[in-house]
């Protein structure tokens, strides 16, 4: 770990850290002596886990309040409002949101059989990909593994009937892109700006690389402080995305002011009726019982009564508060964004990493630091622990 750092040392200069890059918005800016604490506890975090750039910000009763930004955005190039982030699984609240503005517009429906307008050519011979809807793409019931580069051959399986079983899956959630491109006759990428980010105003947001966006996406960066092809699978740079390719699950480049804006219309319901938004943010899959997301701790209390899926978010339900949100986690790219939607309090928060463990320890002490008391850090708090246990179970 010692060596990493010094391998990194170039990363946080003195200007970049100690005079971060924050905006302060109305209401209630917070006080400086909080200001430099965050400063501080973020140099810190960054300096200990091997942190190239940070991007925050805070709401606060439905409002962006804070804004921050650390570290460079590539080699020489401090991180600023204009940077963008490969958001991995975060991805996937952009594309629910475009599938369920056209299911509000009645063009698609959530419980259509998807197979008259998309069928894999991997699962063609499984007869069981007739059950496959919009609907069980969204709250992850697929029966795919995340995927299909995780089965043994590369080749896309059902492994559970679909709809039955929870299976958080990114091949779901590509799928029902497929499948809203074929049944409209469209590209997926000019479904989700002419449908979600022209009608949200978000112009610093793309779902896939480029050409405008590469010169503004933070550079994943290994252990060794190597610089690497942004948009690409791991270090060894496979499975690289070209300008105009994409995943609806893993690729979304974004600015921290962006997202944060999505998530709030999202919250909000915009686009979409009552009663839609009300299916969305309702848990329709729950992960009660999943070994590593299960809430273990010791005080039952201080989990939430439900948690699981709802149609495209995750959802936690306590008793005072109830949790929408979604986190991403790839080679080089930690992040996780979240809302409470009674106080209508959330944080956004986008790291460009080094590897796990590293980059979500970070991540739990960036919420912490940003959000004390942060009942999501302490949700993965406990799902180390699981995951910990699981991998000992296995030995």
């Known amino acids: ?35 430099a604490e965050r400063d501080q506890a973020m140099a810190r975090i960054m300096d200990e886990h091997d942190i190239a750039t940070v991007g925050a910000a805070i709401i606060s009763d439905g409002e962006v309040v804070w804004t921050g930004y650390y570290g460079e955005q590539a080699s020489g190039v401090p991180a600023t409002e204009q940077t963008m982030f490969n958001v991995a699984s975060i991805a996937k609240t952009v594309t629910a949101e475009l599938i369920l503005r056209l299911v509000d517009a009645g063009e698609i429906d959530l419980d259509e059989p998807m197979a008259p307008y998309w069928v894999d050519p991997d699962i063609a011979d499984d007869p069981r990909h007739k059950l496959l809807t919009p609907r069980i793409a969204l709250n992850h019931t697929t029966g795919f593994k995340n995927w299909r580069f995780m089965e043994p051959d590369f080749t896309l399986r059902i492994h559970t009937d679909p709809g039955t079983s929870y299976s958080y899956s990114g091949e779901g959630m590509d799928y029902v892109a497929r499948f809203a491109e074929k049944k409209l006759d469209a590209p997926f990428q000019t479904l989700v700006q002419e449908r979600v980010l022209d009608p949200m105003g978000l112009e ?113 339900e306590f008793d005072d508060a109830k949790i929408i949100g979604h986190g991403g986690n790839n080679w080089s790219e930690k992040a996780i964004a979240y809302i409470d939607m009674e106080t209508q309090d959330g944080l956004v928060l986008f790291m460009n990493s080094s590897a796990d463990p590293a980059g979500t320890l970070a991540l739990i002490e960036g919420m912490e630091a ?25 030995e």
């Open 204 to 316: 610093n947001t793309s779902m896939g690389p480029k050409d405008w966006v590469r010169p503004r996406i933070a550079i994943p960066i290994d252990d060794e402080g190597v610089q690497h092809t942004p948009f690409c699978e791991g270090p060894r740079e496979r499975f690289c995305l070209a300008d105009g390719e994409w995943s609806s699950a893993a690729d979304l480049a974004v600015t921290v002011d962006d997202y944060a804006r999505f998530m709030i219309s999202a919250m909000n319901g915009e686009g979409i009726s009552a009663d839609l938004q009300a299916e969305r943010f309702s848990v329709q899959t729950s992960t009660a019982d999943d070994p590593v997301l299960a809430c273990t701790l010791p005080d039952q209390s201080r989990c939430p009564k439900e948690e699981g899926m709802g149609l495209g978010w995750q959802i936690y």
């Open 370 to 394: 940003l959000e004390p008391g942060s009942r999501m850090a302490m949700l993965y708090r406990n799902w180390i622990k699981n995951y910990g246990r699981q991998g000992e179970a296995s």
């Open 1 to 35: 770990m010692h060596q990493q750092l010094v391998n990194r040392i170039w990363i946080f200069s003195a200007v970049t850290l100690a005079v971060a890059s924050c905006t302060e918005r109305s209401p209630a800016p917070p006080a400086a002596p909080v200001l």
